[in-house]
C-alpha cells in the first residue's frame, strides 16, 4: 500500500501569501498627487520645484547618502509630483487662442474650420413620449479640433477640442476630414443646481471646453478629406466595417444592443432600454469594460487549455484580440486597464515568469492617469478598477485557505465524468456568485451615490446573465472575422449573437416584472465614501495593516450604520425654525422646493421643456441632495406640460402625500394629461382640487393661501388658470403665479395689492406676464424668473429693476435658495453665481 505521509506533507504546505507589489505604492502616489492638485489647486511653479528637488534627493540617496526607507519616500514624494503637475497641465494649462475663451454660456453662430477626430455617431430618435413637449429627432455627434474660425472677411488662428452635434444623420464624414463648421457655440456650462453631475468638469477633463450645435448635416462640408495613411481614419474605417457587418448580420430589434457590446457605440439604444439595464443592475454588461476584455481572452487561453492551441499562440492571438477590441472601442479607460493586464500576462507567460495580478493593474492604472489625471474621478473608471481589486482580493483569500487535499483528489478522479463536470460546473457557479456578491456590496455605496440606485438582484442576476453575454460577445467577433472571408461564413455566428442578446433581453423585461427589484436613494455622502474605499483599498493592498477578519466585518458594519444615520433629512437652513423656498433651474420650465418649519415639504410645479426626464432629474438630484425622500404635497399651477411633466418620473422615486390641482386641471383631453392622471393613479397619491380663497394646513406658522383662479375658472387658456400661492411666514410673503396672464392676471392685479418680499416672475418672465402691473401690484423686493433666456429678457428684468427689485434668473443664477428664519430675516443665495442678497 503507498504511503500518504508525503501527500499529506505536500497538502500541509503553506500557499503562497500576496506578493509585494511595489507598483501600486506607486500607483497610490500618482493619485495621491491628482487629488492634492483638485483639492488645493498649487501653481505649476509649485510642483516643479517640489518634484525637481524630491528628484534629486531621491537621485542622491539611491546612490547610497541615505537609508532605504528615505530613498523610498523620496520617490515617492517625486512621484506624488509628477501626478499633481501632469493633473496641473491637464486640467488648467490651454494655448491662448483655445476656442474656450471666446464661447460664452450663451449660444452664438459661428463659422470655424475644425478637423475631425472622431468618427461621427448616430443617436437614435427618443422614444415616443406623450410628456415630451418637444419632439426629438435623430442627431450625430462628433469630436473635432479646431483650427481657425472666421472673424468677419478674415480668419484667425484658433484651438482647441469641441463636441459637434448635428440635428439629423451626417454622412460621408470621416476622422481625419478637415470641415468648415456652420453651428452655434457655447461654453460648457457648470450645474445649475446642487446634486446635479457636473457635465462641464466632464467635458473639461476630456479637454472639450466647447459644444457646438449645428441644426442641419448641410451646415457641415469638407474641405478636405483625410489622409488614407492615418491611423485614425483606418480605425473609423475598421468601426464603419464592423457597423455594417452588424447591420447585415444581426435583426434590427437587437442590432443596438451589438452595436454597444460589440463597438462601444451606445448612442443607438434608446432611454427606456438604457433604464431597463440600470434598474437590473445589470448596465455593466452593456457598458464597455474589462468584464468583455476578459471573456474574449479568456476564452482564447481556453482552447490552449484544450489543447486545440498551442500556448505561445494562444498568448499572442489574445495580445491581438484585445489590441484590436481597444481599438474599434476608441480605447475606452476600462479596456486600456483590462488590455494592458492581458498583455502584461500574456508577456510574462512567454518570458516563463510570473505576472503578479496587482503589479499588471498597477501599470494599467499608471498609463491610464498619466493619460488623462482626471480620469480618477470617472465613476466609470472607478468602478473598473474597484471591481478587478475585489476578484484579486478573493483570489488571494481562497489560494490562503489551501488547495484540495491531494487525496481527496485521487479519489475525485475516480469518480463518474457526468459526476466530475456536475462537480465543477457547481464549483464555478458558486465561485462567480461569491466574485459577484463581494462586487456588489463593494461597488454598491458608489452606485448609490453617482446613480441613486441600489439593485440587490444585481447578485444573482449577473452570474446568471454572463454566460448569454460570453456568447454573444465571442459569436459578434466570429461574425464580424468571417464576413472578411465569406458573408455567408457569418451567418451563423450572427445568428448566434442575435439569440443571446435576445436571451438577455428577455430576462430584464422578465425582471421588470419583479417589484420591487431596485430602489432610489439619495446615496452616502463624499466622506463616506472616501473613508470606506480608503479603508477598503488598505485592506486588499496592505496586508501588513489588515486586521482580523471579524474586526473588519465589525468595521464595515458600524461604518454602514453611520452612513444610514447620515441619510437622515437635512435642510440648508441657518436655524430649524427657518422656511426654505428653492427655484430650481429647471431650463424653461417650474419647479419650486418648499421646506417647512416643521420638516413638512411641498413642491409647486413640476416640469420643463423637451424630454421629461430632464427637469425630473434635477429635481431629484435637489432632493436627493437634501436627502428628502418624500414631499408631502405637491401642487400643479395648471396644464401646460412644462409644469408637470416631470412628476410621473418623480412618482417613481419619491413618495408623495398628495397631489393639488386646479378645477380646471384636467378639463382639456391631451395625451399627455391623460399620463400624468394615470401616474398619479397608478403610485396611489390623492387628487385634490383646490382654487381661490382655499388654505392649505402646514404647521410651524406657516400660512399657505390660495389667490386664484375661482372654482369655475376664468375664461381664456391654461395660462390664465394658473394656481396662484402665497406662502406668509414670520411676517414675510413669497407669491408664485405660475403662467399667469391675461385675464386671469387682470382679476388677481384687481384684488387688493399684496405687498410680498419674493416673488417668481409670472409666465418665465414673459412680457405679456405685465412685469411692471405685476411689480407695483405686488411691490416684490427679489424676483426670480424660472426659465429660459429669450430676446425680451432684458426688458422685463428692467421693468422689475424699475420697481425696485433685484432680479435673479435660474437660466443664468443657477438655483435660487431663499431662506426666511423665525425672526424675519430673508437671504437669498445663488447656486451657480455664488450670489447673497440679504
Not at 439629423?168 to 457655440?185: K, P
Request: charged content about 15%.
Amino acid at each position: 500500500m503507498p504511503k500518504v505521509e508525503p501527500l499529506k506533507a505536500a497538502a500541509g504546505e503553506q500557499p503562497p501569501a500576496a506578493p509585494e507589489q511595489p507598483l501600486v505604492a506607486l500607483l497610490a502616489a500618482l493619485a495621491a498627487g491628482v487629488v492634492v492638485d483638485w483639492l488645493l489647486a498649487p501653481s505649476w511653479a509649485v510642483w516643479l520645484a517640489l518634484g525637481f528637488s524630491s528628484l534629486l534627493m531621491w537621485l542622491a540617496s539611491a546612490c547610497g547618502f541615505a537609508r532605504p526607507r528615505i530613498s523610498l519616500v523620496l520617490l515617492l514624494l517625486a512621484v506624488i509630483c509628477l501626478g499633481g503637475g501632469r493633473r496641473h497641465l491637464h486640467w488648467r494649462l490651454y494655448a491662448p487662442d483655445d476656442l474656450g475663451f471666446f464661447a460664452g454660456s450663451m449660444a452664438e453662430p459661428l463659422c470655424l474650420e475644425a478637423i475631425a477626430v472622431s468618427g461621427p455617431q448616430r443617436e437614435t430618435r427618443p422614444a415616443p413620449d406623450p410628456l415630451r413637449t418637444i419632439p426629438g429627432g435623430d442627431a450625430t455627434r462628433l469630436r473635432v479640433r479646431v483650427v481657425r474660425l472666421r472673424d468677419g472677411r478674415q480668419w484667425r488662428a484658433a484651438s482647441g477640442l469641441a463636441v459637434l452635434r448635428v440635428d439629423g444623420h451626417l454622412l460621408g464624414v470621416e476622422t481625419g476630414d478637415h470641415l468648415r463648421i456652420f453651428a452655434n457655440v457655447n461654453a460648457a456650462r457648470s450645474p445649475g443646481n446642487p446634486g446635479v453631475f457636473d457635465f462641464a468638469a466632464r467635458s473639461r477633463a476630456k479637454r472639450e471646453l466647447t459644444l457646438l450645435r449645428a441644426p442641419h448635416p448641410d451646415c457641415i462640408k469638407v474641405s478636405a478629406p483625410a489622409s488614407v495613411w492615418s491611423p485614425a481614419t483606418w480605425r473609423h474605417r475598421l468601426r464603419t466595417a464592423c457597423q455594417q457587418t452588424i447591420n447585415q448580420h444581426i435583426g434590427p430589434e437587437q442590432a443596438p444592443l451589438a452595436s454597444a457590446v460589440l463597438l462601444g457605440a451606445r448612442g443607438r439604444i434608446d432611454d427606456q432600454r438604457t433604464a431597463r439595464w440600470q434598474r437590473a443592475g445589470a448596465f455593466h454588461l452593456l457598458a464597455i469594460s474589462g468584464l468583455h476584455v476578459g471573456i474574449l481572452a479568456g476564452a482564447v487561453l481556453y482552447l490552449a487549455r484544450l489543447g486545440l492551441l498551442r500556448r505561445r499562440t494562444a498568448y499572442y492571438l489574445a495580445m491581438a484580440l484585445v489590441v484590436f477590441y481597444v481599438v474599434v472601442t476608441e480605447g475606452r479607460p476600462p479596456v486600456a486597464r483590462a488590455a494592458v493586464m492581458v498583455i502584461v500576462y500574456c508577456v510574462g507567460r512567454l518570458q516563463g515568469r510570473q505576472a503578479w495580478a496587482a503589479n499588471s493593474l498597477a501599470i494599467a492604472g499608471l498609463i491610464v492617469l498619466l493619460h488623462n489625471p482626471d480620469a480618477l474621478f470617472n465613476t466609470g473608471v472607478q468602478l473598473s478598477f474597484l471591481a478587478v481589486s475585489i476578484v484579486l482580493a478573493v483570489i488571494w483569500t481562497r489560494t490562503k485557505q489551501g488547495e484540495q487535499d491531494p487525496l481527496d483528489r485521487l479519489i475525485a478522479s475516480t469518480r463518474p465524468v457526468c459526476w466530475r463536470v456536475a462537480k465543477r460546473v457547481a464549483s464555478s457557479a458558486g465561485h462567480l456568485v461569491v466574485i459577484s456578491t463581494f462586487i456588489w456590496l463593494g461597488a454598491a455605496p458608489l452606485v448609490a451615490a453617482r446613480f441613486h440606485l441600489v439593485s440587490p438582484l444585481a447578485i444573482p442576476l449577473s452570474p446568471l446573465l454572463t454566460f448569454p453575454m460570453a456568447m454573444a460577445l465571442l459569436s459578434g467577433f466570429a461574425m464580424i472575422c468571417l464576413n472578411v472571408v465569406s458573408p455567408y461564413l457569418a451567418v451563423v455566428p450572427g445568428q448566434l449573437c442575435d439569440a443571446s442578446l435576445g436571451v438577455l433581453e428577455n430576462a430584464l423585461q422578465r425582471v421588470e416584472g419583479i417589484r420591487p427589484h431596485f430602489a432610489w436613494t439619495a446615496g452616502p455622502e463624499a466622506w463616506w465614501l472616501a473613508v470606506f474605499y480608503g479603508g477598503l483599498l488598505l485592506y486588499i493592498y496592505a496586508p501588513g495593516w489588515r486586521p482580523a477578519r471579524k474586526w473588519a466585518w465589525t468595521a464595515c458594519l458600524v461604518w454602514a450604520a453611520v452612513g444610514v444615520g447620515a441619510q437622515q433629512p437635512k435642510s440648508s437652513a441657518e436655524s430649524a425654525a427657518a422656511l426654505v423656498c428653492t427655484f430650481i433651474d429647471v431650463g424653461h420650465g417650474t419647479a419650486v422646493l418648499l421646506e417647512l418649519p416643521d420638516q413638512r415639504t411641498l413642491l409647486y410645479d413640476a416640469g420643463g421643456l423637451g424630454s421629461p426626464e430632464t427637469p425630473a432629474g434635477k429635481i431629484a438630484s435637489v432632493l436627493w441632495s437634501k436627502k428628502i425622500s418624500h414631499l408631502d404635497a405637491v401642487i400643479l399651477s395648471h396644464a401646460d406640460a412644462d409644469h408637470y411633466n416631470a412628476l410621473p418620473r418623480l412618482l417613481e422615486r419619491f413618495s408623495v402625500g398628495a397631489v393639488y390641482v386646479s378645477p380646471v386641471m384636467f378639463e382639456n383631453n391631451t395625451p399627455a394629461l391623460h399620463a400624468l392622471a394615470a401616474a398619479i393613479r397608478d403610485a396611489a397619491v390623492p387628487l385634490k382640487e383646490i382654487y381661490a380663497a382655499d388654505r392649505l394646513s402646514a404647521g410651524g406658522n406657516v400660512v399657505l393661501d390660495i389667490l386664484h383662479p375661482p372654482r369655475r375658472g376664468v375664461l381664456g387658456g391654461d395660462n390664465a388658470n394658473s394656481i396662484v400661492l402665497v406662502c406668509s411666514f414670520a411676517g414675510r410673503r413669497i407669491i408664485l403665479p405660475g403662467d399667469l396672464e391675461s385675464p386671469g392676471l387682470e382679476d388677481v392685479l384687481a384684488e387688493e395689492p399684496l405687498d410680498c418680499d419674493i416673488a417668481m416672475a409670472p409666465h418665465h418672465g414673459s412680457p405679456r406676464s405685465r412685469p411692471s402691473g405685476f411689480a407695483a401690484w405686488c411691490n416684490p423686493e427679489t424676483v426670480i424668473i424660472s426659465g429660459g433666456i429669450h430676446h425680451r429678457l432684458n426688458e422685463v428684468t428692467r421693468s422689475f429693476q424699475k420697481a425696485g427689485a433685484a432680479v435673479l434668473h435660474t437660466a443664468r443664477d443657477g438655483a435660487v435658495e431663499v431662506v426666511i428664519a423665525a425672526d424675519g430675516r430673508i437671504s437669498v443665495r445663488a447656486w451657480r453665481q455664488r450670489v447673497f442678497i440679504k
